[in-house]
């Protein structure tokens, strides 16, 4: 069975660093993309990036770009998603998700970390 | 940037049949996903592919696209059914760009 397990809340405040990750079981980690997606209270999916684990290939998006960095470690089949300064607009609740083979759609989902940066 | 649109509510009748748009340029030429999310739940895939539905979706969930519209119909809707549905397809860089979302309420 493919799991996402996601890492639990987080409260920070601003300028903090923070690393929150995702652990993947029931299949094979290195080909498959991961994604993060985040969701700010009672407001849509926004995409942020994506990292294929086999050779770490990472892609941003342009809104996010310079702001997150997202990594992979193979040795404990888990994915990354990392702030060196976080501010109180990156508070929200961060999802991973599994791209599939053709990476045509996201097919599993963790069930998201929530962040709260204070001022 | 690409985008996509969908309305931001939906009402039906428990039997009825729901349908919601997405729209967005050329989307007829691009691979169109659903997700469904209930209160305080991640997403979860319902369609991919635009019309394929993953095991565990059930049959009353289908899906089409286009020309620039995409569309999840919900046939005999179900008390259950009501959440938030995101479309999802890719822009021409290949970043998945989701839809802004529609609340889908059983009346």
């Known amino acids: 069975e493919v799991q996402l397990v996601q890492s639990g809340a987080e409260v920070k405040k601003s300028g903090e660093s923070l690393k929150i990750s995702c652990k993947a079981s029931?299949?094979?980690?290195?080909?498959?993309?991961i994604g993060w997606v985040r969701q700010k209270p009672g407001k849509g999916l926004e995409w942020m990036g994506i990292?294929?684990?086999?050779?770490?290939?990472?892609r941003y998006s342009p809104s996010f770009q310079g702001q997150i960095t997202i990594s992979a470690d193979k040795s404990v089949i888990t994915a990354y998603l990392q702030w060196t300064s976080l501010r109180p607009s990156d508070s929200g609740i961060y999802y991973c998700?599994?791209?599939?083979?053709?990476?045509?759609?996201?097919?599993?989902w963790g069930l998201g970390t929530l962040v709260t940066v204070s001022s | 940037s690409y985008e996509l649109t969908q309305p931001p509510s939906v009402s039906v009748s428990p039997g009825q049949t729901a349908s919601i748009t997405c729209s967005g340029d050329d989307l007829g030429e691009r691979y169109t996903s659903w997700y469904q999310q209930k209160p305080g739940q991640s997403p979860i895939l319902l369609i991919y592919?635009?019309?394929k539905r993953p095991s565990g979706t059930p049959e009353r969930f289908s899906g089409s696209n286009f020309g620039n519209t995409a569309t999840l119909t919900i046939s005999g809707t179900q008390d259950m059914d009501e959440a938030d549905y995101y479309c999802q397809a890719w822009d021409s860089s290949l970043a998945p760009v989701f839809g802004t979302g529609t609340k889908v309420t059983v009346l």
């Open positions: 998700a599994r791209g599939d083979q053709e990476l045509t759609t996201f097919d599993y």
């Open positions: 990292i294929y684990p086999a050779d770490s290939d990472t």
């Open positions: 029931g299949y094979i980690f290195s080909n498959y993309w």
């Open positions: 592919e635009d019309k």
